[in-house]
């Protein structure tokens, strides 16, 4: 158990008998009818009222990816049978912004709100789900579960996502996280596809699972699950439903990546993640505290599956690999590019998160160029030696040069 739970909730397990007796109390609670047939996935915008800049909006300057966990949840929640929809905010926010005609007439809050309601009450979900990807993202979050609570309080809300987890991981900020969060039921931490989908079956109680990383905020003992459940590489080979995120228009209301400027206009972007974790131990980096140590990688065919799928049925002329790490095994990106080539993709692609310099050789530059890179970006951090040092940067200064 994290030490930041200590202080405000007392751990779970699965194999103690009063255990089971109190969440099945509370999931008789939070689903009187114990059914989840419909679920409501929540992207908020990615910053807040205040923060938003018209004119930056309106020259399509913010980025606008798509909520790619979101997409990965709804894959596995449809196979179970459940039926999912995703409201991305971002996109909605910026889509009104490029269409709106004065400044003033436009009211960020409203927008968002209007759509967010509109969206909940067509659609009478039986349980919503939000996620806050960057710190940056916290205030939007909660102003977005708030209203989802004040409008609909009898739906539970649950709350995942890497800046959440961050927090969770931190005696002091789990504090501040839950209070902030208040009208959060749940929060699922770390990678959720597997969680949340036991969770569904929990309550349906159609599958005899075990739930993992959850944390029952609303409950009067405060629940709390610490077992893990993170895929693991043979169930990462999977493809998101991309259908649910807007895919063909994200790259029309805002920008996916740092090289969108070298590709033709109309050119449709989008992202895709081919590995999960870092080799690096970074100080500064909070990936291991997300993904754990070491790097999970995806089948070759399975990526160059979902690259055909994306430019056959949605038009992607590029995309932006997410990966923290894409380079990760020498010979596996080389097989990976080559097989682009050879299968005849077609789909550009960058590194906007950034690359190893250490990994960047000769061969795998020419193995990249020629499978339709258009530019990638280190990680540098500091040209001081003993600084990357310090930080345990997994490069050197000869990498950067």
């Not at 909730?9 to 008998?17: A, D, H, R, T, V």
């Amino acid at each position: 158990m994290p030490d930041s739970f200590k202080d405000n909730s007392k751990p779970i397990l699965y194999e103690n008998g009063e255990s089971c007796k109190l969440i099945d109390e509370e999931l008789n609670r939070l689903f009187p009818k114990r059914s989840i047939k419909r679920v409501l996935l929540v992207m908020p915008p990615e910053i807040d009222a205040e923060k938003f800049d018209y004119e930056v909006g309106k020259r399509y300057r913010y980025w606008n990816c798509p909520p790619y966990g979101l997409g990965i949840i709804a894959s596995h929640l449809r196979k179970y049978g459940s039926e999912v929809k995703i409201i991305n905010l971002n996109n909605e926010m910026l889509k009104a912004c490029k269409a709106s005609q004065l400044k003033d007439l436009f009211n960020f809050d409203e927008i968002w709100k209007s759509f967010l309601l509109n969206e909940i009450d067509s659609f009478n979900p039986d349980i919503i789900g939000v996620t806050c990807l960057f710190t940056i993202t916290h205030r939007s979050a909660v102003q977005a579960c708030n209203e989802i609570k004040r409008f609909v309080p009898n739906i539970p809300l649950a709350l995942g996502g890497v800046h959440i987890t961050n927090c969770f991981m931190d005696r002091e900020e789990s504090k501040d996280i839950i209070n902030d969060f208040s009208a959060v039921d749940l929060f699922f931490l770390f990678e959720g596809e597997f969680a949340f989908l036991n969770f569904v079956k929990k309550v349906n109680r159609t599958d005899k699972v075990d739930l993992f990383q959850v944390y029952f905020n609303t409950s009067p003992s405060k629940l709390y699950i610490p077992d893990k459940r993170i895929p693991i590489e043979d169930e990462i080979n999977i493809i998101l439903a991309h259908d649910l995120l807007a895919t063909k228009e994200l790259s029309e209301n805002g920008v996916i990546g740092a090289f969108h400027c070298f590709k033709e206009k109309g050119t449709r972007f989008t992202v895709m993640l081919s590995n999960r974790g870092c080799r690096g131990s970074c100080t500064y980096c909070s990936v291991r505290n997300f993904n754990g140590i070491g790097v999970r990688h995806r089948s070759i065919q399975s990526i160059i599956d979902e690259m055909l799928y994306l430019k056959d049925q949605f038009g992607i002329g590029h995309i932006m690999w997410l990966d923290d790490d894409l380079l990760h095994d020498h010979n596996r990106a080389l097989s990976l590019f080559n097989e682009i080539v050879r299968q005849n993709v077609g789909i550009t692609w960058d590194c906007s998160n950034g690359v190893v310099a250490a990994s960047c050789t000769e061969e795998i530059i020419a193995a990249a160029a020629e499978s339709g890179c258009i530019g990638l970006i280190l990680g540098v951090e500091t040209g001081n030696a003993a600084m990357l040092k310090k930080v345990r940067k997994p490069s050197s200064i000869k990498n950067f040069i």
